[in-house]
């Protein structure tokens, strides 16, 4: 398990971000800033963030744990950026901040006289990115995205399901959460062409850009063959083997990428004759012939424990697994020695960072802060001392 962390070594050190978005994409990109060492302030409405109600399960002071999970290492601070006093406070910690993230409605900044334009000439240096549905402009610029439409607007939600069911959602929010790590990504460019430029610039997320750029191989596929793509279950639609097959206890997942781990495989199993049947010798013709194959694999499947089967094959080279539940991955041998589950004072539980990085890994420095931020109010003064 990872754990508290000391301020000052990441790979984003010194680098001063103001968050001020809401739901997921925005808010995943300020906390993976803040994992690898960024400075973040967490600016939110007087109400709050919308996910601080996005429950049940709610901590005991009454906090969904979707807030926990996309806001640590993050400071707080409330402001009415509906009126003037709050617009000028965050004009002044902008003053000295590195990056904006915002994902505000199209049109509300400029509506509030702090548009882009605005900011980058009275901030030059300023790095603004915007996590946004659609982008500004075309057919559907400015338009509020929410990822299962997305899911569907951009095919993803047509190519899964089982063969001959009907089209479902991938089962997490996968558009906005690659939509926030595009961000993130984005966010770090622009970081590194200013220490060339000098200059700061407008880095955008759409969440429809995003949904587009997960079509692999889907797209790739469309565009050599021009068909349809269709669902193909847990089976992959071009490699095969590649597919949640019936065992002799639990279902097993084989991820059967090239010839020498399929004549691995039928050899470990007992049918080595497969790998030199003209149908299945090579990858295109498993693939071709895939409905055939996992009946005469499946038969003889049908001899083995499905958990003892799949560690045998992973340590022979053949890339297989039992299905886990969430909280079996979460507690697995293999999370702990990676890092993958934070723990913090108070009983903070979360996600660890993916990345690792050798000199400066990311830190852990506190939970995300629930209650005790504090909140400019509506006749008061902007003061920037007050909120770093």
Known sequence: MSTQSQPGTG?????????????????????????????????????????????PPFTDRGVASYYLGLNRNK????????????????????????????????????????????????????????????????????????????????????????????????GLPVVDMVTGMNAAMGVMLALLERARSGRGQFVEAALYDSGLSLLHPHAANWFVDGKSPRRTGNAHPNIYPYDNLRTGTEPVFFAVGNDRQFQILCRHIGVPWLAEDPRYATAGARSSNREALKEALERQLARFDGHQLAGELVNAGVPAAVVMSVPQALQHAHTQHRGMVVELPGGYRGVGAPVKLSRTPATYRFAPLTEGAEFLPRDAEPDGDRTR
């Not at 997921?24 to 300020?30: E, K, S, T, Y």
């Not at 800033?33 to 007087?46: I, Q, T």
Request: aromatic share 4%; net charge negative; proline share 4%.
């Open 75 to 170: 400071r707080l601070l409330s402001l009415d950026l509906a009126v003037p006093a709050g617009r000028d406070a965050l004009l002044a910690l902008l003053a000295d901040a590195d990056v904006l993230i915002e994902n505000f409605k199209t049109g509300t900044l400029e509506k509030w006289g702090i548009g882009h334009e605005t900011l980058a000439e009275r901030f030059p240096r300023l790095i603004h990115c915007r996590v946004s549905g659609f982008g500004a402009d075309g057919p559907l610029g400015g338009l509020a995205g929410y990822d299962a439409a997305v899911q569907a607007l951009t095919g993803l939600m047509s190519v899964n399901g089982e063969a001959g069911g009907d089209a479902l959602r991938v």
């Open 11 to 55: 790979a984003l050190s010194g680098v001063r971000v103001v968050d001020a978005s809401r739901i997921l994409g925005g808010p995943l990109c300020g906390q993976i800033l803040g994992d690898h060492g960024a400075d973040v302030l967490k600016v939110e409405p007087p109400q709050g963030d919308d996910t601080r109600q996005w429950g």
